[in-house]
């Protein structure tokens, strides 16, 4: 199957530090999602990407479609306790029926 | 408007046993989809269904079945639990194929 590799596996920041988090891959995806799943439950959806080159903000989310199309970033800004959880990345392939091809995640903890 | 429900949350069966994981969405959705979540492993799709009366088969189909009933519903049949198959596991529903909203999970041990 498609592999899509998520980059950092974890991150250990401070309160009100700024996030950054990626993932790539070697095929070429027409959407790009961003989730993120708190302990015990399933993936939210946060943000939407359809178009290559696209930027959008979701509050002090950000996140952008790679031009390739074979790379997104998500970047959280002023990080706060709430954002803890394991964000994970997801493509899918143009016309594609068969589901989305999901990374394996960032853990993200924040210290106060 | 509930979004994606999954029966039950939690389960414990023994090796052999079967099970239906139960899943309904009320957003008019056509498409619905079920994963496993694994540690270490990621979303992995078992089986989804582009709309009412089709299913096809994901990334790790083997040992399960499904039925989408009727639009809402489309549930994940276990015919013989084995310890490999315990999991967490995922409903999710999309109105055409990418954009998806997931349930709350079932998690499943098989002893």
């Known amino acids: 199957g498609q592999q899509l590799n998520q980059s950092p596996q974890s991150m250990f920041i401070q309160e009100g530090e700024d996030v950054s988090m990626n993932c790539t891959s070697s095929?070429?995806?027409?959407?790009w999602l961003w989730y993120k799943q708190d302990p015990g439950e399933g993936p939210v959806l946060l943000i939407a990407l359809y178009k290559a080159g696209e930027l959008t903000s979701n509050g002090r989310l950000t996140a952008q479609f790679g031009i390739t199309r074979k790379d997104s970033f998500l970047n959280i800004s002023a990080s706060i306790p709430s954002d803890v959880g394991i964000y994970f990345c997801a493509g899918q392939l143009q016309g594609g029926a068969d589901g989305l091809t999901f990374g394996k995640g960032t853990h993200l903890i924040i210290q106060p | 408007n509930a979004g994606v429900t999954q029966t039950p949350k939690f389960q414990v069966l023994k090796t052999g046993q079967s099970m239906t994981l139960q899943c309904a969405q009320d957003?008019?959705?056509?498409?619905m989809y079920w994963y496993r979540q694994d540690p270490g492993m990621g979303l992995r799709l078992i089986y989804y269904?582009?709309?009412?009366?089709?299913?096809d088969k994901g990334e790790v189909p083997n040992g399960y079945n499904v039925s989408r009933l009727n639009k809402r519903e489309f549930s994940l049949r276990l015919e013989s639990a084995a310890p490999s198959q315990t999991s967490v596991y995922f409903c999710?529903?999309?109105?055409?194929?990418?954009?998806?909203?997931f349930g709350p999970g079932t998690r499943l041990t098989v002893l």
């Open positions: 957003m008019n959705h056509n498409s």
């Open positions: 269904s582009a709309s009412e009366g089709t299913t």
């Open positions: 999710a529903s999309s109105r055409l194929t990418d954009t998806q909203y």
């Open positions: 095929s070429i995806f027409n959407t």
